[in-house]
């Protein structure tokens, strides 16, 4: 899937299950540091391919994180090899892809900090209805995860990674995202940690 042939990513719809499945491993992350990370790369027009996953190396380990659709999400761990062949949905040469290593500037002065939270983030989209012209919500949708990472200074703001859904693609940014007071955060605390 998503042009890595071995890659199957395990999708949650809810902040629920995604803590549920994920909430003890992600702790464990805490007091550690993101090593480097990879985005998929477009060669042939030399930008990033934000449908690809974005992968993280923390303690070790790859961390694979992948939006889809509006309220999907998926983390998986080591379940893939950077070296496998890239091919999106059979397009070969006329879509070459790598692995780019830090492929988005603006995040890789947050390389190597101590991650000192991770919470869940959830959206509740407000839509309106065709008929009525009346604004609803559509409920709490899980859309991503943040990192926050130790301060370079009390003003430091940028001192985030987060991966989210950005309308059926990934997003990454390095700042804490607000939308309109649609945003929830779930916070990751898992049972012995030191850092909590």
């Known amino acids: 899937m998503l042009g890595i042939s071995t890659y199957k990513p395990k999708f949650h719809t809810t902040a629920e299950s ?12 805490i007091g550690k540091r993101i090593e480097r990370f990879w985005v998929m790369w477009d060669t042939k027009e030399n930008e990033w391919l934000t449908d690809g996953p974005i992968i993280l190396k923390i303690d070790g380990k790859r961390f694979e994180f992948t939006a ?22 059979g397009m070969g040469s006329e879509m070459p ?7 988005n500037s603006e995040l890789i002065k947050n390389l190597n900090k101590v991650i000192i939270g991770i919470n869940i983030l959830t959206y509740n989209f407000l839509s309106e209805s065709v008929e009525t012209g009346e ?17 370079e200074s009390e003003s430091d703001n940028e001192n985030f990674f987060t ?11 390095k700042t804490e995202i607000n939308r309109e007071n649609q945003i929830k955060r779930i916070k990751i605390t898992g049972y012995n940690n030191v850092y909590n």
């Open 68 to 89: 889809y659709q509006l309220d999907e999400f998926s983390l998986t761990i080591n379940s893939f090899e950077l070296t496998d062949e890239l091919n999106w949905y």
């Open 163 to 173: 991966i989210f859904n950005n309308l059926d693609q990934n997003g990454i940014e």
């Open 135 to 151: 604004k609803y919500e559509t409920g709490d949708m899980l859309t991503g995860i943040e990192f926050i990472l130790e301060k």
């Open 18 to 29: 995604f803590k549920s499945e994920f909430e003890q491993t992600l702790s464990e992350l």
């Open 97 to 103: 892809l790598i692995w780019k290593e830090n492929g």
